[in-house]
């Protein structure tokens, strides 16, 4: 796969997205969603190590160098299941792998289980569906939402005089992000701004959700999925077990699970144990129709 990735923007309407897109344009094709937060080169110690992909590391909306939503919007959860097929539908993918981390992660679940003819082979990094909650909390949950969103009106958004001392706060705030692997999502993550540097990130992408699923709907999406899955966690990362992760393991019909080496940003801290994972699994797609 060629060392070097290609910038294209993908336009959803009313947003324009972009994306880093590495391999050959033939290549069996790859969507690859990142976590919260951050954006399209959390896979670029990835992405090098499929050969023969086509693999597109999206910018999700608010992220990296993708646009925001309007004035008065917020990012509903559901609504990356909705932009993940807006942006399959402009590149013209009937049927196609999907990759994600953390957030990407769960919108790469939900996608599979809402439209599960489209996804020939699922890779999960450290994520298996969204969080969810009792619908019983819901009330309070929005209430929360709204007085959150009305605080955060008016607020400074920092400003780092230098990208490594960004990256630095990164790795002080994530602990479980080494330093390098913050460098290179600081890399594409900020924005020249007066006295340094800030986040491209929306700021609104902050605000907790309005509301989340149940834990009843988010297996149904996971039962629904028929793509070959594989769920990959650090040995230090989030666990995929006791309860309710165990119950969402056992709804994937034909998951495998693998731990390597690492926390929660191991694609980006020890990128060779699972390139080696994800390159294997997704071998198949060469040969499959």
């Excluded at 023969?52 to 990012?75: A, F, I, K």
């Excluded at 924005?191 to 605000?207: M, Q, T």
Aim: charged share 20%; glycine share 10%.
């Amino acid at each position: 796969m060629s060392a070097e990735p290609r910038e294209i923007t993908i336009d959803v309407p009313p947003l324009r997205l972009a994306a880093r897109e590495w391999g050959p344009p033939e290549g069996p094709p790859v969507l690859a969603l990142h976590g919260w937060l951050d954006n399209a080169a959390s896979f670029d110690a990835i992405a090098p190590r499929l050969p023969g992909l086509r693999v597109v590391c999206l910018d999700l909306p608010g992220h990296g160098r993708s646009d925001h939503v309007g004035p008065g919007q917020l990012y509903p959860f559901v609504g990356w299941v909705a932009w993940v097929h807006a942006v399959v539908e402009v590149l013209g993918w009937e049927r196609f792998g999907l990759m994600g981390h953390s957030l990407g992660a769960a919108i790469a679940s939900l996608y599979a289980g809402t439209f599960p003819a489209r996804v020939r082979r699922l890779a999960l990094v450290e994520g298996l569906g969204p969080l969810s909650e009792d619908p019983e909390r819901a009330p309070k949950r929005l209430a929360q939402s709204i007085e959150a969103e009305n605080g955060r009106r008016g607020q400074r958004v920092p400003v780092y005089p230098t990208a490594e001392a960004a990256a630095e706060r990164l790795h002080a705030a994530v602990p479980s992000l080494s330093l390098a692997g913050a460098r290179i999502l600081v890399a594409r993550g900020l924005r020249e701004v007066e006295g340094g540097f800030g986040w491209r990130s929306d700021p609104r992408l902050r605000v907790p959700s309005r509301l989340r699923l149940s834990e009843a709907q988010i297996l149904a999406f996971l039962r629904a999925i028929e793509a070959p899955t594989v769920l990959v966690r650090g040995a230090e990362g989030s666990p995929f077990a006791p309860e309710p992760m165990g119950a969402r393991v056992a709804a994937v019909r034909e998951a495998t699970l693998v731990e390597l080496p690492g926390g929660h940003h191991l694609h980006l801290d020890h990128p060779e144990p699972v390139g080696e994972a994800v390159a294997a699994f997704f071998a198949p797609l060469f040969a499959e129709p």
